[in-house]
């Protein structure tokens, strides 16, 4: 499943599914003046009680009409 935090921001963004293994993610608005980081996380099992793995990548939110987002890989 795939879960976001923007601890700076007024919202999480939203996942187009949770559930699927490539969703797309809308990032939510950045009002503030300042690149506002979010923790976007995947859990993946295998649903047999077996195998679970976890990634995370942080992605960089500019502010509302400054232009290309900012990737990091974690």
Same mark, same amino acid.
């Given at each position: 499943?795939?879960? #976001?935090?923007?601890?700076?921001?007024?919202?999480?963004?939203?996942? #187009?599914?949770?559930?699927?293994? #490539?969703?797309?993610?809308?990032?939510?608005?950045?009002?503030?003046?300042?690149?506002?980081?979010?923790?976007?996380?995947?859990?993946?099992?295998?649903?047999?009680?077996?195998?679970?793995?976890?990634?995370?990548?942080?992605?960089?939110?500019?502010?509302?009409?400054?232009?290309?987002?900012?990737?990091?890989?974690?």
């Amino acid at each position: 499943a795939w879960t #976001s935090s923007c601890p700076g921001l007024a919202g999480n963004g939203s996942f #187009s599914s949770t559930d699927i293994a #490539s969703p797309t993610w809308t990032a939510p608005a950045n009002s503030t003046e300042s690149l506002e980081n979010c923790a976007l996380a995947v859990t993946v099992d295998n649903r047999r009680g077996g195998l679970v793995d976890n990634a995370q990548l942080t992605v960089g939110v500019l502010p509302d009409g400054a232009g290309v987002p900012q990737f990091t890989d974690n």
